[in-house]
């Protein structure tokens, strides 16, 4: 079983940026792929970007490519979502997941075993 927890949400101005981490209590992440998904008031959840075992793949939907970059952090168990020019498109649930899988990753949340308790990010003025 792997409890993710994830952190850094909050209320940020368009244009701003975020540093969402997710945390897990596996002894490894070293096997398991991570995906970001988000959710949107009246909306379905979304797959944003994810990182693969081997953290040599990685995938962002169209809506957040360039703006929006995910790392892992092996030593702490951590993975990161750095986002940056935040738009108000942004605003939603954000979800840490994660499932075994080494080389590739994808958005498919069917896909993900693991989830977190989400964070929310607001952008506004």
């Known amino acids: 079983q792997v409890q993710l927890v994830e952190s850094g949400g909050g209320l940020v101005q368009p244009g701003g940026s975020l540093r969402l981490s997710c945390r897990a209590s596996a002894s490894t992440l070293n096997y398991y792929s991570m995906g970001w998904f988000r959710q949107a008031p009246g909306k379905e959840r979304e797959g944003i970007s994810c990182i693969s075992g081997s953290r040599r793949s990685t995938y962002y939907a169209d809506s957040v490519k360039g703006r929006f970059t995910i790392s892992g952090d092996s030593a702490k168990n951590t993975v990161h979502l750095q986002m940056n020019s935040l738009k108000r498109d942004d605003t939603a649930v954000y979800y840490c997941?994660?499932?075994?899988?080494?080389?590739?990753?994808?958005?498919?949340?069917?896909?993900?075993?693991?989830w977190g308790q989400g964070t929310q990010v607001t952008v506004s003025e």
């Open positions: 997941a994660a499932t075994l899988g080494w080389r590739e990753c994808g958005g498919k949340q069917d896909d993900y075993t693991y």
